[in-house]
Antibody
Framework: EVQLVESGGGLVKPGGSQRLSCVASGFTFSIYSMNWVRQAPGKGLEWVSSVSRNSDYIFYADSVKGRFSISRDNAKNSLYLQMNSLRADDTAVYYC?????????????WGQGTLVTVSS | IVLTQSPGTLSLSPGERATLSCRASQSVTSRDLAWYQQKPGQAPRLLIYGASTRATGIPDRFSGSGSGTDFTLTISRLEPEDFAVYYCQQHGDSRAFGGGTKVEIK
């Protein structure tokens, strides 16, 4: 059974930093593209960032470019999102999601999400 | 690519047919269009990818169609568990989501 478990959410002040983690199990982590998707309270889905299976290709939404950094550790079956210079509009549930990769960027499986609240 | 979903809300009864629209601001190459279902408090679930291929375990009452800039998700007969919010997504380079359509019980 595929499992994606996010952690690291919480309350952070504007301008602060937070690091999210996602631990994967039930599949061969190293052959999948991994992604972060977020959802602000009561709003729709927003893709945030993607990393290819070997970390050769990394992409960011314009809204987070220069502030967020995605990474992965295939030996630990883990995905990370380092979030810096956080703003109120970054408040959202952050989901970890896997995709087939190689240009196929649909999200086959999702974690349960972790809530990040940016507020003073 | 900007994806516009319509209607914003669809009010239907169980057993009725639901037709959801997703329109892209430019042509979607290779029919790279996915649909997701999201229920309150839950993560989204992949329903359709490649515009018309059902994901594993998705009932055949869900079908996707379309190409170019116009895509449709059809639920042939609504079951009680189908009342939810549905999102389309361009799963090529942009990875953009549409704003969602809520299917609610009439």
């Amino acid at each position: 059974e595929v499992q994606l478990v996010e952690s690291g959410g919480g309350l952070v002040k504007p301008g602060g930093s937070q690091r999210l983690s996602c631990v994967a199990s039930g599949f061969t982590f190293s052959i999948y593209s991994m992604n972060w998707v977020r959802q602000a309270p009561g709003k729709g889905l927003e893709w945030v960032s993607s990393v290819s299976r070997n970390s050769d290709y990394i992409f960011y939404a314009d809204s987070v470019k220069g502030r967020f950094s995605i990474s992965r550790d295939n030996a630990k079956n883990s995905l990370y999102l380092q979030m810096n210079s956080l703003r109120a509009d970054d408040t959202a549930v952050y989901y970890c999601a896997r995709a087939p990769g190689r240009g196929l960027n649909y999200f086959e499986d999702w974690g349960q999400g972790t809530l990040v609240t940016v507020s003073s | 690519i900007v994806l516009t979903q319509s209607p914003g809300t669809l009010s239907l009864s169980p057993g009725e047919r639901a037709t959801l629209s997703c329109r892209a601001s430019q042509s979607v190459t290779s029919r790279d269009l996915a649909w997701y279902q999201q229920k309150p408090g839950q993560a989204p679930r992949l329903l359709i990818y490649g515009a018309s291929t059902r994901a594993t375990g998705i009932p055949d009452r869900f079908s996707g169609s379309g190409s170019g800039t116009d895509f449709t998700l059809t639920i042939s007969r609504l079951e009680p568990e189908d009342f939810a919010v549905y999102y389309c997504q361009q799963h090529g380079d942009s990875r953009a989501f549409g704003g969602g359509t809520k299917v609610e019980i009439k």
